[in-house]
């Protein structure tokens, strides 16, 4: 019985022996062994806690609330029988909820994942495990609303590759056309341990145990050091024959390695008069971005785990506490990336050219060049941005009577 041939439906299907007793009541009844966690590590897909770089400290089932290592994300209460995964319930509110069953279908065992709302109810994931007879996986699907994914697992004493297809959702009662997707190899220790897992189809590094040994800040430090010299490397093998005036690396909080990269030249720095004195300073509207054409500086490949792994971290920070590390990263790297490109030939470069970074959805570009740069550099900055600013006001001040006095009119007139 293979679940492929009938994934659509499996998907859709919210089978009442699964989820009619899956009630927060039900669930703490006493008939099954209660547990609580704090994140959802509870996927079939072998290895994942390497692949998505889970932190092992919250890959843990409490006893109890009051013991778990925090509440901000919510509760997920876990049920046990018979020392196997029943089901688990992410608590989001009244009524509301994320509830997943654990079942066996022939001789593979699933996991189904769905959202609850009150009455409403939707699909979310399903995922199908088959083992051999010596415990190892053979196969894996997981399917979602508009795609699912199959990976084949090749054992040998070398480790195990990974061979993964993909094809997007079908009708029910159609098979998915499966196209090749990845290729991924898991290494081992000697003492059986998962060493590294490389994507072999990107030729990049997805996990290295090495780094379970580095403190985030000693990760940061090799972070900053591995763009430098990268950044340094990329632009000797292929010169940018154009003149920059800013090298602007943008970063996402959610994510904030690697950067996207813009190589802004002279004449993208221009504003119109009533214009955001910073508003050129924005990585898509630049010529030479590395998510467009240019192809220059590639931040991705073999660092990839280390990369990872520091988002991760970051991701269990509190919002100023990453900030402030994202923002100090940012201000270490810019300094000794403009010394490096200043001493060098390496970029053609204006009498003013910087280095400089932005998060891009809280455009502190501002509050960031105010740290960056010294005092009598920043100051005509700040003078006309307090000069924006005050004009600005004037302008809604201005708006604001007008729509009192029913000027507004007037325009369309």
């Known amino acids: 019985m293979n679940p492929l041939e009938q994934i659509a439906e499996l998907f859709s299907t919210v089978a009442p022996e699964h989820f009619a007793n899956l009630s927060l009541d039900e669930l703490m009844s006493g008939e099954y062994q209660v547990g609580f966690a704090s994140l959802d590590f509870f996927s079939l897909e072998p290895f994942v806690q390497y692949l998505q770089q889970l932190p092992p400290a919250r890959c843990t089932i409490y006893p109890s609330v009051d013991e778990m290592d925090t509440t901000a994300d919510g509760i997920i209460v876990v049920a046990l029988q018979g020392r196997q995964l029943h089901a688990t319930k992410y608590l989001i509110g009244d009524d509301v909820s994320y509830d997943t069953a654990f079942y066996s279908f022939g001789d593979w065992s699933c996991r189904q994942q769905i959202y609850r709302n009150g009455a409403e109810v939707k699909p979310i994931v399903i995922e199908f495990l088959r083992k051999d007879a010596e415990g190892y996986p053979v196969t894996f699907i997981t399917a979602r609303e508009y795609g699912l994914k199959v990976g084949d697992y090749e054992w040998s004493e070398a480790g195990v590759r990974i061979i993964e297809r993909s094809a997007r959702m079908p009708e029910v009662g159609v098979a998915p056309e499966l196209t090749p997707y990845m290729e991924s190899l898991v290494e081992f220790s000697s003492t059986g341990e998962v060493e590294i897992i490389r994507n072999l189809t990107q030729n990049s590094i997805v996990y290295d145990r090495s780094h379970e040994a580095l403190s985030l800040a000693n990760m940061l430090e090799q972070a900053s050091s591995v763009l430098h010299d990268k950044i340094l490397a990329d632009l000797q093998a292929a010169p940018v024959a154009n003149t920059v005036g800013c090298f602007l690396f943008e970063y996402s909080d959610q994510g904030p390695l690697p950067p996207t990269i813009a190589l802004i030249q002279p004449h993208e720095i221009t504003q119109e008069e009533d214009d955001y004195p910073l508003l050129w300073l924005n990585a898509p509207d630049c010529e030479l971005f590395t998510e467009d054409d240019f192809d220059g500086i590639r931040l991705h490949g073999e660092h990839d785990a280390l990369f990872d792994r520091i988002n991760a971290q970051i991701e269990e920070l509190d919002y100023e506490q990453a900030d402030q590390l994202i923002v ?50 920043w100051q005509p900055l700040a003078a006309a941005l307090e000069q924006f600013a005050a004009a600005q006001a004037e302008r809604e001040l201005a708006m604001i009577r007008r729509l009192e006095a029913g000027d507004w009119q007037d325009d369309e007139a």
């Open 328 to 377: 100090a990263f940012y201000l270490t790297l810019c300094r000794r990336l403009q010394d490096s490109l200043l001493s060098s030939s390496l970029l053609q470069t204006t009498e003013d050219f910087f280095v400089t970074a932005r998060e891009f959805s809280a455009c502190n570009e501002a509050v960031f060049l105010q740290q960056l740069w010294p005092e009598e550099r």
